[in-house]
């Protein structure tokens, strides 16, 4: 009852609560927040009853990854697209909930959509839920990404024709086909834009002997990654630890063996993508095959990766129109059109 | 390939669709129909079709669009100019926000002016409804405490014309209720009766006078007992106290040298005490015997029981004592 009249003190909230992102969506004001999923926790004796304070979240948490000192640990709390750690993901989705909400005066207490991977287990998925509960949401629903991702492309998800989106997130790559409203087929693969980091870190070692962190991974990716052979050819600076001397030493990389660093994970979504062609009934197939497939997600943004796709299926390729945001504006779109998009919400199976 | 010629003008962008560039950049690049559709994945007919701007058999716009843009890359052009030069010529600049569904009437969901208005305003009234039960149950409450900041202090109350007057410094044990005093933490359901005894100035019921009224401290006073003039005093309030509830009846003073949480109930279970009373305090009780006291710290404690004092250190564990007191 309490919740109920909160509830009119509170915004309804679409979250797109991502391995790498977390973007908020708030009823009739769109996205409103999009901050990096990490939290920096500090450990102290003074820190409470377990030890613990969160010190910082969201970008200011992520700036510290990989330079805090023995007491602090900057935490990434989802990993594959699921909750690594639930009370550190709890902490963090009520710092965002009451940082998007405009009054401070009530607690807030919103009815909240969330995006869950296709694949996720109905433990991981309960978590998701009873997270965001914990966090003081009045209800919760959640959407398969998949379905979120054609929503926010604005792909005719309720009409009889096979609709194709891939999302290449940070955890998680999803493959879905939809239909009337539905899952024809969806597939969720964990390799995403963290395997492409883990990539070049690894190609960096082998090939170079120098270590470097994963936000140094994510620039290089961000600026000289490739998805193709015969991209434009771009070269980047870095700077890193020597594994030998254990000195610092600069390395000049080229987008080429970027691409190299690369090929591993792209095979395996190009991989994921053939099944899902082959899987789908021949009437989507063909409306796919004339259409083409979407591609959203952080991973959409690797140049050249529409391309590397299309040659691979044959199929036109298109890039969502800001492929970041699509998630968290499907999840949006269903808010504000929930009584109408009743049946695209998933259960927890 | 002349870039210049492939620059597009905003001005003509204006007017021309995106098709128009892409048929000028393609034939400066001697590419046929077939080596674009070859490229984009894409039938010859649809190339055309994105080349005479007629979307008419094309997909749904994000497709468009994205054919659009894969068009731009292959030629060289621009893709944000003829995606630009498209949402002019398709009035449409706000692809984000694409209905994903036929949409009649849209209901908005989020609370308005009114509602929230109205939600605080149950939110104050349910707070106020709160707040006056709580202030209403305490008023109901009667008991038989005086408080006093000195333990010398003559401690006594004004009572009708023609009524006796008795202190509390009397060592004789006081059989009967006297003093209506209101403190929040005490309660005693004999008061309408003691009220009465006081008033009939019995001998029985010997009643606390006040000397001087800026030395006492209380709180709540009943109304009925003690400032009502006598020509307003019904003989019918008079009523003879019981023998039996006398003998029952027993007096606590106690005085606090040091603060203490401080326990007492009386024969029937009723908290007369039940909070941390500060030091230098002294406290009068009264009630129903057997007394059930419980004492925080016992040691800054003096508790008086009838006019006798009553050693606390036989019932002290540590610094907390627990004792009955019975007639």
């Known amino acids: 009852m309490l919740k109920r009249l909160l509830g009119f003190f509170s915004h309804d909230l679409a979250i797109d609560l991502g391995t790498a992102n977390t973007l908020i969506y708030v009823r009739d004001k769109g996205i409103v927040l999009n901050e990096p999923s990490v939290v920096a926790i500090r450990y102290s004796p003074m820190g409470g009853a377990s030890g613990k304070s969160v010190l910082a979240v969201g970008q200011e948490a992520k700036n510290m990854l990989g330079r805090t000192p023995g007491n602090i640990k ?97 955890g998680t790559t999803e493959v879905g086909i939809v239909s009337l409203g539905g899952l024809v087929y969806s597939d969720s693969l964990r390799v ?78 190009s991989q994921s993508i053939k099944v899902a062609l082959e899987q789908t009934p021949p009437e989507l197939g063909a409306d796919i095959a004339e259409k083409g497939m979407v591609l959203a997600g952080g991973g959409a943004l690797l140049r050249d990766i529409d391309r590397r796709f299309m040659e691979e299926t044959g199929m036109p390729v298109v890039v969502a129109e800001d492929p970041l945001t699509c998630v968290a504006r499907g999840c949006g779109h269903a808010l504000e059109e929930m009584d109408i998009l009743g049946d695209v919400f998933a259960s927890e199976r | 390939m002349d870039q210049s010629e492939n620059q597009l003008q905003l001005d003509d962008m204006g007017t021309i669709g995106p098709g128009r560039y892409l048929l000028k950049a393609r034939e400066n690049q001697k590419l046929r129909i077939e080596d674009v559709a070859i490229e984009l994945r894409l039938i010859p007919s649809q190339v055309t079709a994105l080349e005479e701007d007629d979307y008419s058999a094309m997909p749904e716009v994000t497709y468009v669009r994205g054919y659009l843009r894969n068009y731009a890359r292959l030629l060289g052009l621009s893709p944000d100019e003829i995606l630009l030069a498209h949402a002019r010529i398709t009035r449409n600049d706000d692809f984000g926000k694409v209905a994903v ?81 209101g403190v929040d933490a005490v309660e005693a359901d ?90 230098g305090q002294t406290i009068t009780l009264e009630g129903k015997t057997p007394f059930t006291l419980f004492f925080g710290f016992a040691v800054g404690v003096d508790l008086k029981f009838n006019g006798e004092s009553i050693d606390l250190k036989q019932h002290t564990r540590g610094v907390f004592a627990r004792l009955t007191l019975d007639n």
């Open chain 1, 192 to 269: 995403a834009g963290d395997k492409f980091d883990e990539g070049i870190i690894t190609y960096l070692r082998r090939q170079h002997g120098v270590l470097i962190g994963d936000s140094t991974a994510e620039r290089i990716k961000k600026e000289i990654g490739a998805a193709m052979p015969n991209s434009e050819i771009r070269e980047m600076e870095i700077k890193g630890r020597d594994l030998a001397e254990g000195l610092s030493r600069s390395v000049t990389l080229t987008s080429k063996g970027i691409y190299d660093a690369l090929a591993d994970p792209l095979d395996q979504i």
């Open chain 1, 74 to 170: 900057a935490i990434r709390p989802m990993k594959d697209g699921v909750i690594a750690d639930f009370s550190v993901t709890e902490v963090m989705l009520k710092y965002f909930i009451r940082k998007v909400q405009e009054s401070r005066f009530f607690k807030p207490s919103p009815r909240i959509i969330i995006c869950v991977p296709c694949g996720s287990t109905q433990v991981e998925r309960r978590a998701i839920k009873e997270s965001a509960l914990s966090a003081g949401a009045r209800e919760v629903y959640l959407i398969e990404e998949p379905m979120a991702v054609a929503i926010g492309a604005g792909l005719p998800v309720a009409d009889p024709t096979g609709s194709m989106v891939v999302d290449v997130g940070g």
């Open chain 2, 190 to 279: 004999e008061q309408p009766a003691a009220a009465s005894v006081q008033q009939d100035s019995t001998a029985v019921a010997p009643a606390v006078t006040e000397s001087e009224a800026g030395q006492m401290q209380t709180e709540n006073v009943e109304p009925v007992s003690a400032t009502e003039p006598v020509a307003d005093q019904p003989a019918v309030q008079s009523i003879e106290p019981p023998a039996e509830i006398a003998s029952d009846m027993g007096q606590l003073v106690i005085s606090y040298e040091k603060s203490c949480w401080t326990d007492i109930r009386d024969a029937s279970g009723k908290k007369l005490v039940y909070k941390t009373i500060p030091a």
């Open chain 2, 101 to 181: 569904s036929p949409v009649g009437e849209k209901e908005i969901h989020t609370a308005g002016l009114g509602v929230k208005l109205l939600g605080v305003f149950i939110l104050v009234a349910a707070i106020a409804g709160v707040v006056y039960w709580y202030l209403d149950r305490d008023a109901d409450q009667p008991v038989t405490v005086a408080v006093t900041p000195e333990p010398a202090a003559p401690v006594t109350e004004e009572v009708p014309t023609g009524s006796s007057k008795l202190s509390f410094a009397d060592p004789e044990p006081a059989p009967a209720p006297a003093v209506q005093v």
